[in-house]
C-alpha cells in the first residue's frame, strides 16, 4: 500500500470514529484518542448501582466530545462487567481486555472489593485508575506508585457522619448488620468506633456474606439485643434484610442505611415500611438539572431505559472530566502524565466547573481548580479527595429517600 493510500485510510478510520461518537473530526486529526475502560456492576448484589454510575460516565464523555475532544481527538468509552467480589475472575478478566483495547483510564471498579482485585494488575501497566464510588480506607496506604485515584471519600467520612447521626437521634444502644467486604468492615469498624465515643453501645455487630438472602436469623440476633436502632451496611441485600427486620416487628423509622442501599424503595411491596427511616451518601447539594441532562442522555444511550436513582451519578462523571483535563495539561494522554496532573488540575487558582472551562483555562496558560458536580474534589497526596460532602437522607411516606442535610464530613468528629 502506498503511503498516500495509507494517509487517506488512516484520515477515513478517524472520521468514523468520531462520528461513532458524535464528535466533529478535529482538524489535526491524526491525534490517538484518550481511551477511558469503564468497570462497571452489570451483574451481582451491586447491579442497581450500574446505570447511575454508567451514566455518569457516559454524559462526562459527550459533554467533552462536544467541547472539541482531548488533544486533538474525541475521547472513548468501553464499558465491562465487574460482577461480585466472590467471583473475583470476572473483574480481572474484564480489566484485562480494557487494558488489552488500550485504555489509558480503567474507570470503576464501583466496589472496594473489585478494584482490590485489579488494582495492581492497572497501576503495574502504569495506567490510572480512578474510582467514583471506592471507600474503604485501604486505598490510602496502598503501594499504587501514584496511579490510584477516587472521587468518593473514604468509609472514615461516611461512618463519622451516620455514627454521629445515629446518637444525635436520640439512640443509645445500636445494633449493626454489615456486609463481610472490605465495604462493610470499612464501615462498620468506623460506625462502631464514634456510636461508642458518643456514650452509645453497640450491641451486636452481625456480619453476612455479599449476595446473602436469609436474614431470619441474623435479624434475630440483632433484635435480640435489644437495639434502639439499627444500621444496615449493604448492597443490594437490602431487599432481603428489610423484610426480615419489617417482619420481626421493628420499627422502619429506626433503620439507617448506607450508600450502597439507599435508593428509592417506592415500587417495593415494603415501601411504606421504611417512613420516617434514614440514609448516608457521599454527594453535594442536589442538582436536578445535572440529574435532569444525566437521565435524558441515559436513555439515549441506552433504547429509551430510565435512569430513576443517582448514587454516584456526580462522582462518575467528575472522574471522567478531572482525567480529561489532566491529559490536556499534560498535552499526552498516557497514564504517567495523566497521573502526574490530576492533583494539579484540582489545585490551581483558577476555579472551572466544566471540561469546556477548564480545557480554555488551560490553553490560555492558567493553573485551574476543577470543582465539579460532586463537589470539589482537591486530591490529596494519596489520590483521595482532601474534603468529603456526605449527604443526609430520610424517607418518605411511600419510600423515596429525600435529601435532608449535606455535612462537610472533615468538620465532623
Known amino acids: ?145 501514584g496511579f490510584y485515584f477516587r472521587t468518593a471519600p473514604s468509609d472514615f467520612a461516611q461512618g463519622s457522619v451516620l455514627g454521629n447521626q445515629v446518637v444525635a437521634d436520640g439512640n443509645r444502644k445500636v445494633a449493626i448488620l454489615y456486609q463481610d467486604s472490605s465495604y462493610g468492615q470499612g464501615l462498620e469498624g468506623k460506625l462502631s468506633e464514634v456510636v461508642k465515643a458518643k456514650g452509645a453501645t453497640v450491641t451486636a455487630a452481625l456480619k453476612f456474606t455479599t449476595g446473602e438472602s436469609n436474614f431470619k436469623s441474623l435479624v434475630s440476633k440483632a433484635i435480640a439485643s435489644g437495639p434502639d436502632a439499627i444500621v444496615l451496611v449493604s448492597y443490594d441485600e437490602s431487599k432481603k434484610a428489610i423484610p426480615a427486620i419489617k417482619a420481626a416487628g421493628f420499627k422502619g423509622s429506626k433503620l439507617y442505611l448506607v450508600d450502597g442501599n439507599t435508593v428509592d424503595y417506592s415500587t417495593n411491596s415494603f415501601g411504606k415500611y421504611l417512613a420516617g427511616a434514614q440514609g448516608t451518601t457521599p454527594t453535594a447539594a442536589e442538582d436536578k438539572a445535572f440529574e435532569a441532562r444525566a437521565a435524558a442522555n441515559y436513555a439515549t444511550h441506552n433504547k429509551g431505559k430510565k435512569l430513576a436513582d443517582f448514587t454516584y451519578t456526580a462522582a462518575s462523571y467528575d472522574a471522567v472530566v478531572a482525567a480529561a483535563l489532566a491529559a490536556v495539561e499534560a498535552k499526552a494522554n498516557d497514564g504517567t502524565s495523566i497521573k502526574n496532573h490530576l492533583t494539579g488540575i484540582t489545585a490551581g487558582s483558577e476555579k472551572v466547573t466544566s471540561f469546556k472551562d477548564g480545557a480554555a483555562a488551560i490553553s490560555a496558560g492558567k493553573t485551574i481548580h476543577y470543582n465539579g458536580f460532586s463537589g470539589p474534589i482537591d486530591f490529596d497526596k494519596n489520590g483521595d479527595p482532601a474534603g468529603a460532602s456526605i449527604g443526609v437522607f430520610k424517607y418518605d411516606a411511600t419510600g423515596k429517600p429525600a435529601l435532608v442535610k449535606v455535612v462537610a464530613a472533615n468538620a465532623v468528629n
Not at 77 to 105: C, H, R
Not at 121 to 137: E, F, G, L, M, W
Open 1 to 145: 500500500m502506498s503511503n498516500t493510500r495509507k494517509a487517506l485510510g488512516a484520515v477515513a478510520a478517524l472520521a468514523a470514529t468520531a462520528l461513532a461518537f458524535g464528535a466533529a473530526l478535529p482538524a489535526h486529526a491524526a491525534a490517538t484518542p484518550l481511551k477511558f475502560g469503564a468497570l462497571i456492576p452489570q451483574t451481582g448484589a451491586l447491579a442497581f448501582l450500574g446505570a447511575p454510575i454508567q451514566a455518569g460516565y457516559q454524559l462526562a464523555v459527550d459533554d467533552i466530545n462536544a467541547a472539541g475532544g482531548v488533544n486533538g481527538a474525541p475521547v472513548q468509552i468501553k464499558f465491562a462487567d465487574e460482577a461480585d467480589s466472590s467471583t473475583p475472575a470476572v473483574v480481572q478478566a474484564s480489566a484485562k481486555s480494557l487494558l488489552s483495547w488500550g485504555a489509558n483510564v480503567v474507570l470503576g471498579a464501583a466496589s472496594s472489593s473489585d478494584s482490590k482485585n485489579v488494582i495492581n494488575n492497572i497501576v503495574a501497566h502504569k495506567v490510572v485508575q480512578i474510582s467514583s464510588s471506592n471507600t474503604s480506607p485501604d486505598f490510602t496506604t496502598w503501594k499504587d506508585n
